[in-house]
């Protein structure tokens, strides 16, 4: 596990906020790896969605460090409370049962992923049946195609992170994927397989919102939520959010 530096390629440490904090505002917090562009280590500020919980940290006059770790280790180790939160998580039933929901980071717009050679139509969910979806242990798959896989109208090619999923697609070992259309751009640039692999976000598969989650058994949950919600719309309010996005 490392922690994410938000000043430049990654190192160290990730301040913040540099003005004195109590105790109770000073936060271990935690966030997965291959998220670009809403979670990059190489990227200046760690990424959007650092960044943006960077910006509530300070508004809210709390100390935080950030460490990246593997999706499943970081929720995990969240869940039974060795980081104050983590982020950004799309919102499951089965997550909801364990944390608490910041409002909305950002929405996400979900394309389908596929090889050029092996280009297919695309025009609603239908035509992904008997075809290999690739998705990342540790992620939620987008709504809608978790039915599909525990239906077994499709098949699920399980990686590591969502860096994989481009190279299999161009090896054939799977059919598609499905990603915020920011993220999967972003992985083919960094695979170098932008001209073998092709993006369908119309009709978009869906629409996805990603949060700030706290686990309920820590102490002050819900006003932790109510803090970072207060802080964030001042964020929205000041006109930094569009800025951050126009980056």
């Known amino acids: 596990m490392r922690i994410l530096e938000v000043l430049g390629a990654a190192v160290v440490l990730v301040a913040l906020a540099i003005s004195p904090a109590r105790a109770a505002d000073r936060l271990m917090l935690v966030t997965g790896e291959d998220y670009p562009p809403y979670v990059d280590g190489d990227a200046p500020g760690g990424g959007l969605a650092v960044q943006l919980v960077q910006q509530a940290m300070r508004r809210m006059n709390a100390t935080a460090t950030v460490e990246i770790a593997p999706w499943r280790r970081g929720y995990e180790e969240t869940r039974r409370g060795r980081f104050d939160a983590t982020f950004p998580y799309v919102r499951t039933?089965?997550?909801?049962?364990?944390?608490?929901?910041?409002?909305?980071?950002?929405?996400?717009?979900?394309?389908i992923f596929m090889p050029v050679a092996r280009r297919f139509a695309y025009r609603g969910p239908a035509d992904l049946n008997g075809r290999r979806v690739c998705t990342p242990l540790g992620y939620a798959p987008a709504q809608g195609l978790q039915a599909m896989i525990e239906n077994k109208q499709i098949e699920r090619i399980s990686v590591a992170n969502a860096a994989t999923c481009p190279g299999l697609l161009a090896a054939d070992r799977a059919d598609f994927f499905v990603q915020d259309l920011r993220i999967g751009q972003?992985?083919?640039t960094r695979a170098g397989l932008t001209q073998e692999i092709v993006a369908v976000s119309e009709p978009p598969f869906g629409l996805s919102e990603i949060h700030f989650i706290v686990p309920r058994s820590r102490a002050d949950a819900a006003g932790l939520i109510a803090r970072f919600n207060a802080a964030l719309a001042q964020v929205r309010a000041s006109g930094d959010y569009d800025r951050l996005l126009a980056q």
């Open 186 to 188: 972003t992985l083919l």
């Open 93 to 111: 039933p089965e997550r909801e049962r364990d944390f608490l929901y910041s409002d909305v980071l950002f929405q996400m717009r979900q394309a």
